[in-house]
């Protein structure tokens, strides 16, 4: 079964509202979680990396103040997209590393629609 | 349901050597294929992106080829470097993004 669960799949939503995208860690406690994002037609790139109980570090391009990550305990982090705008469409996707074993585990991705 | 697979688990290799990664998926209804590496602790690096309608493609020393078909690519690594030891891993597209759970590679100088 999944060890990364994400929520929600996908979402649609109007042009200037805020969106919350959730990733958890199921049977692990995972200090690092990343989050990618992906244009179509476009490679997966990493936004940003998310530390248990300190500030993100975000990818050269990434608006911090667009894309708030939020890693507060260490089975959860978001990914709020606030004001969303139809150039954020996109789908998203967080990914955890298993601190026993290093081994990288995914969630199943948010796609993003911004009408 | 997609699968992902990625042979071998594991590969250690001289400096110099080149090297071919492979990678399997059973439904051939795919958007792209992408090639990344991660580095111990740290996020995925995109590498190399096939469109579905592309049979490779090419970045440096890297060269990475699609047969949708058989359901396979491979990456191939030229002149491998201490520099390029890291887990490679690989994921098709389609409704979700599916990954393998990649090869390990080591290069010793």
């Known amino acids: 079964g999944a060890v990364v669960s994400q929520h929600p799949s996908w979402v649609i939503c109007k042009s200037g509202t805020s969106v919350k995208i959730e990733c958890r860690s199921l049977?692990?406690?995972?200090?690092?979680m990343f989050w990618y994002r992906q244009f179509p037609k476009q490679s997966l790139m990493l936004m940003a990396t998310?530390?248990?109980?300190?500030?993100?570090?975000?990818e050269q391009g990434v608006e911090k103040d667009k894309f708030l990550i939020n890693h507060a305990s260490l089975t959860l982090s978001t990914l709020t997209v606030t004001s969303a705008h139809p150039e954020d469409s996109s789908f998203y996707i967080c990914?955890?590393?298993?601190?026993?074993?290093?081994?990288?585990?995914f969630g199943s991705g948010t796609q993003l629609s911004v009408l | 349901k997609q699968e992902v697979t990625q042979i071998p688990a594991a590969l250690s290799v001289p400096e110099g050597e080149n090297l071919v990664l492979n990678c399997s998926f059973t439904?051939?209804?795919?958007?792209?294929l992408q090639w990344f590496r991660q580095d111990p602790g740290k996020g995925l690096t995109s590498l190399l992106l096939?469109?579905?309608?592309?049979r490779e493609q090419t970045s440096g020393r890297l060269n990475a080829s699609l047969d949708k078909s058989s359901g396979r690519s491979t990456l191939y690594i030229a002149a491998s470097q201490p520099g390029d030891s890291a887990t490679y891993l690989c994921?098709?597209?389609?409704?979700?993004?599916?990954f393998g759970k990649g090869t390990k590679l080591t290069v010793n100088p």
């Open positions: 990914s955890a590393i298993r601190p026993t074993n290093e081994k990288l585990f």
């Open positions: 049977d692990f406690q995972a200090t690092t």
């Open positions: 998310s530390n248990e109980g300190s500030k993100a570090t975000y």
């Open positions: 439904d051939s209804a795919i958007y792209n």
């Open positions: 096939i469109q579905s309608s592309q």
């Open positions: 994921a098709v597209h389609l409704e979700e993004l599916v």
